[in-house]
């Protein structure tokens, strides 16, 4: 009898903490403003912006300029010593970085991921989505993630509607080197030949998802999300283009996102309901530090418009930025609400203030332009919308400042 109520007590115990654990707490919370009111008041606080926020600042991103500059010269072949290229690129990692942009060999990793001859290809299970692990010449693992869609496809519907866009995964490793967060691994384009580059070297079962349609070379893999009606093929010059992705070596921990969506169209998630005290609940479950990090994180996805981070990993209790294929789905729609964890929480680091101001006044669009092969990866409408975004970050500053009292602005910028 003593036994079987302490395995009843052990059972309630472990049900409520894995209630507790997850995004649908079940106990009511006081509930907030409506979500459309703040939507309404930031954009009230974007139409009245201070001048400051409009004012660009010279020379401010000597350093990234230097990079893309020296980038777009790069030589197109590999680098001669690959091994010890690919393991001082995998040396750069540690819980605040996973690129070194002042390192002379990154442009040659860059290059050398376009270029370096294929030995190895098998699936990638990891995700929703088609994916593939290719191995270079070296010993180097990249993640290949296909192109899907042209870059002026507009995907209407939920602000995570739709597959990964391989253009999202390039321009948000850039985006990260601009707000000086190198959380992104190194995204690069490459073109390759299903028939001729991956076949060949192929394991069994990737092999085993390979068909060939309308005389050319499709795959469909294995995933949520997978279809053999729906594969990936090569077009008519046995090409398949897409992002390459440097799959650094590292011990990650993966952690649920306390403002993951339902991804039901009429169920919220609470965060959603119940949006000035929700972060209040947060508070006592996770650290101020992962707080700011999450609140970054937040700001750097609205940019990008990528709504889908239901989960997130860190290395030393640092949060990293990876898994950036939904973003650029629609550049006419501005999602407010990836934004929850700034106007919810209302912290931000000072670091962080700082770097964002040295992309106002055009300087974010400015770097943009300057990526190597932008107009291959990104529209006008695309890079103008992000461009327009930075200002609805400020604007949701001002909400925060202005929302609870002068004192506010030191909170903002511990």
């Keep these: 009898m003593f036994r079987r109520k302490t395995i009843l007590i052990i059972g309630v115990i472990f049900s409520i903490g894995f209630l507790l654990s997850t995004n649908y707490l079940n106990f009511e919370l006081p509930k907030g403003s409506d979500r459309k009111i703040v939507d309404e008041i930031i954009y009230e606080e974007l139409n009245k912006l201070p001048k400051f926020y409009k004012l660009s600042p010279k020379n401010a991103n000597v350093e990234v300029e230097g990079f893309f500059k020296n980038l777009s010269t790069s030589a197109k072949y590999p ?147 997978c279809n053999r009606n729906d594969p990936i093929c090569d077009n008519e010059n046995a090409r398949l283009e897409g992002a390459v992705i440097f799959n650094f070596k590292a011990n990650l921990v993966n952690h649920r996102s306390p403002w993951q969506r339902t991804y039901k169209k009429d169920k919220n998630a609470l965060w959603q309901e119940y949006t000035e005290t929700y972060c209040d609940v947060i508070k006592a479950k996770l650290s101020k530090r992962r707080l700011y990090d999450l609140v970054e994180v937040s700001i750097f996805d609205f940019l990008m418009q990528n709504g889908d981070r239901h989960h997130y990993e860190t290395i030393e209790d640092n949060v990293l930025w990876l898994d950036n294929g939904k973003g650029l789905g629609n550049p006419y729609k501005h999602h407010l609400d990836i934004l929850a964890p700034l106007y919810q929480c209302c912290m931000l680091r000072k670091t962080m203030y700082d770097n964002l101001l040295k992309l106002r006044g055009g300087g974010l669009l400015e770097l943009l332009n300057g990526i190597p092969d932008v107009e291959r990866l990104i529209t006008n409408e695309h890079l103008k919308a992000i461009d327009e975004r930075l200002l609805l970050v400020f604007a949701t500053i001002e909400y925060c400042k202005k929302g609870n009292g002068d004192s506010v602005f030191d909170t903002i910028l511990q």
């Design 79 to 225: 680098y001669k010593n690959l091994r010890h290229l690919w393991q001082t690129a995998n040396s750069w990692t540690n819980k605040d970085r996973l690129v070194d942009i002042r390192s002379p060999y990154l442009n040659d990793v860059v290059t050398s991921m376009k270029y370096a001859k294929i030995t190895g290809a098998d699936l990638d299970h990891r995700g929703t989505q088609l994916k593939l692990i290719l191995t270079l010449e070296g010993n180097q693992q990249v993640i290949f993630k296909p192109k899907w869609y042209d870059i002026r496809k507009v995907l209407e519907g939920p602000v995570y509607v739709g597959k990964d866009r391989f253009n999202s995964e390039i321009i948000a490793f850039y985006l990260s080197l601009m707000l000086k967060k190198p959380l992104c691994p190194v995204s690069t384009t490459r073109e390759i030949s299903l028939q001729n580059d991956i076949l060949p070297v192929a394991s069994k079962r990737l092999l085993e998802t390979v068909l060939v349609r309308n005389n050319r070379t499709c795959v469909y893999g294995k995933c949520f999300f």
